[in-house]
Every structure is written in C-alpha cells, then in structure tokens.
C-alpha cells in the first residue's frame, strides 16, 4: 500500500510534463517520500499502509518504535527479502513471530492494532 502512495505522488510530475527533468524530479520525489516513511515509521511504527491494514511496526525487545536509523536500514535489508526468488518476503507466512528476514536483521516484529 505504501509503495503505491510513493509510486503515486512521484509520478505526478512525470505525468505533468513528460521529459527527463521531469524524471529527475520524480526521483527526488520518490526518494524524499521513502524517507518520510521511514521516519513515520521509525518515529510512530506506522506508515499510512500500516495504519490502514491496523499494524505496527515495533522492536521484537521492547515494543517501542524502531527510530528512523533502524527503519531506514531494515527498508535497506528488504533487498534479502528478494534473495532468492522473494522467499524472504513470504518467510512470515510460516515463520513463528511472522519476521521477514529483514525483521530477523534489525529484531522487529510487525503486531495488530486496535
């Protein structure tokens, strides 16, 4: 869902004026999103998709939000999740705590909210 919200609000600009700044413009502008995202979800465990589908993010230690390091870098460690096949991204599905392998790196647990 997330990805969707960025995808969508960086392809604005590439929409508006099709041309190759407008594609440098729209990579600015998706970078910025995911940054914002990482610091929603480092700072209140929580993106705009995350609070739709009533999750959170949160440290497997403490329940506490990750922080924005700590999100930012788990956001980077997704690319194992793609390694190999994107098994990582279906390992929840069968693993105990529901932890990508991400997750496992950075020690978070994703829980339901009420």
Do not use: N
Request: proline residues 5%; positive net charge.
């Amino acid at each position: 869902m997330d990805l969707l919200i960025v995808w969508g609000v960086s392809a604005v600009p590439a929409a508006a004026a099709p041309s190759s700044s407008a594609d440098g413009i729209s990579g600015l502008i998706f970078f910025a999103s995911m940054i914002i995202m990482c610091c929603l979800e480092g700072v209140t465990g929580q993106t705009p998709g995350k609070r739709i589908a009533r999750i959170r993010l949160v440290r497997e230690l403490d329940s506490r939000p990750l922080g924005f390091g700590r999100a930012f870098v788990r956001r980077l460690c997704h690319f194992l999740d793609a390694l190999p096949f994107y098994v990582g991204f279906l390992w929840p599905l069968w693993d105990a705590k529901r932890q990508t392998f991400a997750d496992k790196i950075m020690k978070s647990v994703v829980i339901r909210t009420r």
